[in-house]
C-alpha cells in the first residue's frame, strides 16, 4: 500500500511539474492534456484520474501558488503596521507589502524561480480560465488591503480609490509580467548595486504617484487638454474614412479641434500613419475594461475585490 501511496504521488507530482513547464512556455490554451502527460511520462488517463480535465489541473497548479504568496503578502503588510504603531503606514509601504514577497522570490533556488516564472506568466494571462483563478484568489485579501490603502489616502473618495488602486497594481503587474525579473532588477537600478530594496523602491517610486497625484490641476489640465486635441486632430486628418488619407506635407488643411493651435512637430512622426484594424478580440478587451471600471460604484464588498 505504501509503495502504491507513493507511485501515485510521484506520477501526481510529475503531472503538475510537466504542467508548469508547459504552461510557462507555451501558454494555457496552447498546452494540452497529451502533452503534459508526455513530458511526464505518464499514462494520458492518469492527468484525468488525478485532476478530471486541464482546467481542474491548472486550478490546483496555479492556487497553490497563489496562497502561498498572499500568506506571505498579509504577514509582510501586518508586520508593518506593528511597525508603524496606531498611525496609517503609507501607500507606498501597502504597495510594497504586495511586491516584495514576487521580488524576494528570485533568491530562493531554481525552484522558486520556476515559481515566478508561472505566477508572472499567469498575471500576463489572457485566458478567462487563468484570470478567473487569479480574482478569486485575490478576493481573499483584497478586503484587508483596501482597508489599509482607506487608512492611508482618507481624503480620497472610496470610488476613486479603487479606481487608483486597480491602475496602481495593473501597472505593477504588466511591468513585472512582461519581463525578466534579474534583467528588472538590473535596468531599473541603473548601474547602481542591484539590491531588492532598491528595486522594489524605483518600482514605487514610478508606480505611487498613482495613488497620491491630484486628480484635478488646472494648469496641467489645459496642457493636456491641448496635445490631447493635437492628436485628435492629426488622427481624424490620417483616417481614411474621412477622406483624406493622407496628411498634407505644409498641414494647411489639417482639421483643427476646437481653436488649439496645432503642432506641426506632430507631422514628422504621423505623416505615415494608418489606423490599425479593428479587431473582435481588442474590442472584447477593451469591452472588459469598461465593466471592470464600472464595478467602482458597486457596493465597498464588490469594490474591495478590485485588487488585482
Known amino acids: 500500500m505504501s509503495n502504491q501511496l507513493n507511485d501515485e504521488q510521484g506520477t501526481k507530482f510529475r503531472l503538475l511539474h510537466a504542467a508548469q513547464a508547459l504552461y510557462v512556455e507555451h501558454g494555457y490554451e496552447a498546452m494540452s492534456l497529451r502533452m503534459i502527460a508526455g513530458l511526464a511520462q505518464a499514462n ?53 507589502a504586495l511586491i516584495i514577497p514576487v521580488l524576494r522570490m528570485r533568491h530562493d533556488g531554481a525552484e522558486e524561480h520556476a515559481r515566478i516564472r508561472l505566477l508572472l506568466r ?59 525579473l534579474s534583467e528588472l532588477a538590473c535596468a531599473i537600478c541603473m548601474g547602481e548595486p542591484v539590491s531588492d530594496a532598491l528595486v522594489a523602491t524605483r518600482l514605487l517610486v514610478f508606480v505611487s504617484p498613482i495613488l497620491t497625484t491630484p486628480l484635478h490641476d488646472r494648469q496641467r489640465d489645459r496642457e493636456v487638454e491641448q496635445v ?10 490620417a483616417d481614411p474614412d474621412t477622406g483624406t488619407g493622407s496628411l498634407p506635407a505644409d498641414g494647411s488643411k489639417l482639421p483643427r479641434a476646437g481653436k488649439t493651435p496645432i503642432d506641426r512637430a506632430l507631422f514628422d512622426t504621423v505623416a505615415e500613419a494608418r489606423p490599425p484594424a479593428r479587431s ?28 488585482v
Open 122 to 180: 499567469a498575471y500576463g494571462e489572457s485566458s478567462p480560465v487563468i484570470r478567473g483563478y487569479l480574482k478569486a484568489s485575490h478576493r481573499a485579501i483584497a478586503p484587508r488591503f483596501f482597508k489599509a490603502f482607506t487608512r492611508a489616502l482618507p481624503a480620497l473618495p472610496r470610488r476613486e480609490l479603487g479606481v487608483r488602486v486597480r491602475l496602481g497594481l495593473n501597472a505593477l503587474a504588466g511591468v513585472m509580467a512582461g519581463a525578466n
Open 44 to 96: 494520458p488517463a492518469l492527468v484525468s484520474y488525478y485532476f478530471g480535465n486541464k482546467e481542474a489541473l491548472m486550478r490546483e497548479l496555479i492556487t497553490a501558488q497563489l496562497d502561498r504568496l498572499n500568506r506571505e503578502r498579509l504577514l509582510l503588510l501586518a508586520a508593518c503596521e506593528r511597525h508603524g504603531g496606531e498611525a496609517a503606514i503609507s501607500a507606498a509601504a501597502i504597495l510594497g
Open 228 to 237: 490631447v486635441q493635437q492628436v485628435l486632430a492629426v488622427a481624424e486628418a
Open 280 to 307: 473582435r478580440e481588442l474590442e472584447a478587451v477593451t469591452a472588459s475594461a469598461f465593466d471592470e471600471v464600472a464595478l467602482a460604484a458597486a457596493p465597498s464588498a464588490v469594490r474591495a475585490g478590485w485588487l
